[in-house]
């Protein structure tokens, strides 16, 4: 029996793109996954579109939660979750057929804690660009983490084109409620606890910016700032690895 991948999928406000997320999942050349959808407080029709899907899907479990944000949304998502490794799509993006299939494929092959791949950018429906590194690779967390602060194509701080044992988000790592930068708070913490990080030199995630979304908003939002905590925190970690350390 093939290892089980918990997708989970937290769904605020998005019955326009919320069928066409699941069934890039349900369409995966990888077979043996459940979806777990987090209604997380929906006021539109996102909630009894899950229910519909849940209905016509065994592999689809769906839940609803009062609103808390995309955080709470994801911990509920985890501590539900039955699979031994987690996989995040956000509800408005989709994902290539072999995207579990490869990403397992490499943490199997690499005996890595966290496989992570590049991805497509879309704006307004359309492809604007790839991010993608040249070449497949293998990291410890060391190069893994110094690769996400210095902003290489390759490791980066979002949670959704990643592949993690869940083992990682045991001893407390989750996402904290209330901040818009979840990611960054959350994704150094689960690398620095992996031994090694798989990296898939192939677009096989597509996220779409869409307007009014959390990141699509160009208005300034107070839980922006929390990011400076964020950053005060990820210090001591930086200090550590000595990243920035002067050679002259």
């Not at 406000?13 to 369409?27: A, D, F, G, M, Q």
């Not at 009014?212 to 200090?239: A, M, Q, Y």
Request: charged fraction near 25%; glycine fraction near 6%; proline fraction near 2%.
């Amino acid at each position: 029996m093939e290892d089980l991948i918990s997708v989970i999928v937290p769904v605020y406000n998005v019955e326009k793109y919320l069928k066409r997320c699941v069934t890039s999942i349900l369409n995966q050349s990888y077979k043996n996954f459940e979806v777990v959808l987090v209604d997380d407080g929906s006021t539109d029709n996102s909630g009894k579109i899950c229910d519909e899907m849940q209905g016509a899907d065994s592999r689809i479990i769906a839940y609803h939660t009062k609103n808390g944000g995309l955080s709470a949304a994801r911990n509920f998502g985890i501590e539900k979750a039955s699979g031994d490794y987690i996989a995040f799509v956000d509800s408005d993006d989709f994902i290539k057929p072999d995207f579990l299939m490869q990403l397992i494929s490499a943490m199997r092959q690499t005996n890595a804690d966290i496989a992570a791949c590049g991805y497509e950018m879309y704006f307004n429906k359309l492809l604007s660009f790839s991010v993608v590194g040249n070449k497949n690779a293998v990291y410890t967390n060391n190069k893994a983490i110094k690769s996400l602060f210095m902003g290489e194509k390759t490791v980066d701080v979002m949670a959704w084109n990643k592949l993690y044992k869940k083992s990682l988000f045991y001893d407390e790592i989750c996402y904290p409620k209330g901040l818009l930068h979840e990611d960054v708070a959350t994704t150094y913490k689960l690398l620095y606890k992996s031994k090694q990080i798989a990296y898939v030199a192939l677009p096989l995630y597509c996220y779409f910016q869409r307007k009014g979304s959390i990141v699509g908003s160009g208005s300034f939002n107070e839980k922006r700032l929390s990011l400076i905590k964020t950053v005060d925190n990820i210090k001591p970690i930086i200090k550590k690895f000595d990243f920035f350390k002067s050679t002259y």
